[in-house]
């Protein structure tokens, strides 16, 4: 298929040539034809039949220049337009390539802060779930509070259980006391009557 | 360069130029080659044009670690550091800069990063032990002693100036400016982190990123991502294999490690997708976000090819050795 391509394509070059220059060469052709067949008209004689048909023949030929005259001025305003309008979707393009790249940069950011915003979230995250490992702080504090009445409540029974110690102390001390005193005037007074007894025996011996 | 070579090639680090045209690359064999990437992202991009424009010898053993600065490209290997000038790579002229055998016996670098503010070179490696270096005296000031084991990867928080290093021992440290670390954490044993903990991988950390208040670690233990504020993993992200290198972007994360796949995360814990690259197995990745024309990912790993990414999610042509 390639080769036959290759070979073809220069025959279509001479076919485009040959229209184009055909073209041109028919337009140029059609006006030097004529002004070839104006200036014989003007200085032949003709029959006034042929003089006739030769310049309806010229006329032909004119008409046919103006229209091809009109065609290519057509052609020109139409290709005229089409410029205007290749000129106007083009900026157009540029335009919406500007806003695209705008665009692009502020998603850019966006995504920037919502990576940030990402990273925060996690990092939250994962601190709440240490945290939820740990007990809650109520429980904790009503756990002391409990544990402090306790405290409270045993020291004040070991207070009291030790004023009752030094009472019971005071009072057996007191009463050891009063019994090592009466022991002593009760020897005291024996020892009296001892001596009571010695003295009268001896008067008595006298 | 034979084909056996060429076969068992590793790049191990990767570096682009403060202009952003240029990547260079670091492989075992102590080489480092230079790539242009306008050459090669350009519309009429060739063959030639993946190949590197400068291919030269800068250490005895593996590069593994690049650093850029403004002006100089910092290469480290085995125990030396060697600075490179932009300037005179981009004109093909390989003549070292500066060399810093750095007379502390470092039996290998991991890591370097650049500390802006107070223009210090951080450096960890294999001695357990961090290095600050300033840049314009050369002089080391300050050691950060603290981990058991070596140190696989630093990383740094610039908003508080800390420093954060991963190591074979299994803790991530935060250092401040002092010498005493801020804190550290294991990341496997104890109830912190029981989740991540990968016994059967080891419990090595060899990546950390950072984004202000979160962290990334991950290797031997499963890649996670910590909240540093209440010093918590909020999400364990389920990868296979062992990941060597992960970066916050955007709102992704983008990981790369063992498997011929960089694997795109979200914060959430979930993995989004797994885009195949030719290695077998990533060491490095890379992201150039210095310049907006050639804005790329590029991925390195145990093959002399380095794939190259414009669009993050598939791969565009590979660069090679």
């Given at each position: 298929m390639c080769f036959l391509n290759v070979i073809c394509v220069p025959d279509e070059v001479i076919r485009k040539r040959l229209l184009i220059d055909g073209d041109g060469a028919g337009d140029d052709r059609r006006i030097n034809v004529l002004m070839k067949s104006f200036t014989k008209w003007c200085h032949s004689n003709f029959s006034p039949e042929e003089g006739f048909s030769q310049y309806q023949r010229m006329l032909t030929t004119l008409a046919q220049c103006e229209f091809s005259m009109g065609k290519t001025l057509l052609v020109y305003d139409m290709n005229l337009k089409e410029m205007e309008n290749y000129e106007a979707i083009y900026a157009d393009i540029e335009r919406s390539i500007t806003s695209a790249h705008e665009k692009i940069a502020e998603c850019k950011k966006e995504i920037q802060r919502a990576k940030r915003i990402r990273k925060n979230r996690q990092e939250y995250d994962a601190l709440a779930r240490v945290i939820k490992q740990h007990p809650d702080r109520h429980e904790t504090l009503k756990q002391l509070e409990a544990l402090d009445k306790e405290l409270q409540q045993l020291s004040h029974i070991k207070e009291n259980v030790e004023d009752k110690l030094e009472l019971r102390k005071k009072q057996f001390h007191v009463l050891l006391t009063t019994i090592q005193e009466l022991q002593q005037t009760l020897e005291n007074d024996e020892k009296m009557e001892s001596d009571d007894t010695q003295e009268s025996s001896m008067e008595n011996g006298d | 360069m034979g084909p056996v070579e060429l076969l068992h090639m590793s790049v191990f680090s990767q570096s682009f130029s403060p202009c952003g045209r240029f990547l260079a690359a670091g492989n075992n064999y102590g080489e480092i080659a230079l790539f242009s990437l306008s050459a090669a992202l350009s519309?009429?991009?060739?063959?030639?044009?993946?190949?590197?424009?400068l291919n030269f010898t800068a250490?005895?053993?593996?590069?593994f670690s690049l650093l850029s600065t403004d002006t100089h490209l910092l290469s480290a290997g085995n125990g030396e550091i060697s600075a490179w000038s932009w300037a005179e790579l981009i004109k093909k002229v390989s003549q070292l800069f500066s060399k810093c055998?750095?007379?502390?016996?470092?039996?290998?670098?991991?890591a370097m990063i650049i500390n802006p503010k107070d223009n210090s070179l951080i450096v960890g490696g294999g001695d357990n032990n961090i290095h600050i270096m300033d840049m314009e005296t050369g002089i080391f000031k300050s050691v950060l002693k603290g981990h058991t084991d070596y140190i696989h990867c630093l990383c740094f928080?610039?908003?508080?100036?800390e420093i954060l290093s991963g190591g074979e021992d299994g803790a991530v440290r935060i250092w401040g400016h002092?010498?005493?670390?801020?804190s550290r954490f294991q990341?496997?044993?104890?109830?912190?982190g029981q989740e991540c903990a990968r016994p059967q991988f080891g419990k090595w950390i060899s990546c950390l990123a950072t984004d202000s208040d979160w962290m990334l670690c991950g290797g031997g233990p499963s890649l996670s991502l910590w909240h540093l504020r209440s010093m918590s993993p909020t999400s364990v992200f389920p990868l296979p294999g062992c990941q060597r290198e992960a970066v916050f972007h955007q709102d992704l994360i983008m990981s790369v490690g063992e498997g011929p796949y960089v694997s795109h995360c979200l914060h959430g814990g979930t993995v989004k997708a797994q885009i195949p690259c030719t290695?077998?197995?990533?060491?490095t990745l890379a992201l150039n976000l210095k310049n907006t024309e050639h804005r790329v990912m590029t991925v390195g790993g145990s093959s002399h090819q380095i794939d190259v990414f414009?669009?993050?999610?598939?791969?565009a042509f590979s660069l090679s050795f």
């Open positions: - | 519309p009429d991009a060739s063959e030639g044009s993946q190949k590197p424009i250490h005895d053993g593996p590069v055998m750095t007379s502390l016996e470092i039996p290998e670098i991991n928080k610039e908003r508080e100036e002092t010498e005493i670390p801020l990341t496997c044993s104890g109830m912190v290695p077998s197995s990533l060491n414009t669009n993050f999610s598939y791969r």
